[in-house]
């Protein structure tokens, strides 16, 4: 169980591109991608076995707007739910193992093996808990953050590296 979150403005691309892949192995992963020529935002989650998918067609890229999105993974309740800009988007059920934060071995943000996003992205966050949709609504709203695991802000400036100011894994 657990959810991520992140803000992302797309600009104008011609192709696929990931926001967030993370990966242990082919068994266990985590990907959220923007699909260019159908619009559309797919999250996919495996936790040790067959790819839980939710998939939405909403038009966020070139905007020119900040959306936030959020994913959740219950697997007491068996739901992968996708929310935008505060709303629940799309939902799975039938959810049955694994963590959202549990993706420490290879992180990619804003890129996927050699593909970049374009992308502007910021306070990337990962948690072990899953969020109800008032507490989803209150992230979005800027007025509640908890205790990410994990969070990257992307105010460093310049360079590639980002610092988490996440609580850690306790």
Not at 43 to 53: N, Q, V
Not at 93 to 121: C, E, F, P, V
């Amino acid at each position: 169980s657990g959810y991520i979150s992140l803000w992302a403005k797309t600009d104008t691309t011609t192709t696929n591109r990931a926001y967030f892949a993370s990966f242990i192995d082919s068994d266990n992963l985590l990907s959220l991608f923007y699909g260019h020529s159908a619009n559309e935002l797919k999250l996919s989650y495996r936790g040790g076995g067959l790819a839980k998918t939710v998939s939405t067609t909403d038009v966020i890229e070139g905007d020119g707007e900040w959306h936030h999105i959020v994913a959740t993974a219950d697997t007491t309740a068996g739901t992968l739910d996708y929310y935008l800009d505060g709303v629940l988007d799309a939902s799975y059920t039938g959810l049955t193992s694994g963590r959202m934060d549990n993706y420490t071995q290879i992180l990619d943000i804003a890129k996927y093996s050699t593909t970049y996003t374009n992308t502007k992205m910021r306070d990337v966050k990962i948690y072990k808990t899953t969020l109800t949709a008032a507490q989803v609504d209150l992230l979005y709203k800027g007025q509640w953050n908890g205790s990410p695991t994990h969070w990257w802000l992307f105010n460093e400036g310049t360079g590639d590296t980002v610092v988490d100011i996440g609580v850690g894994d306790s």
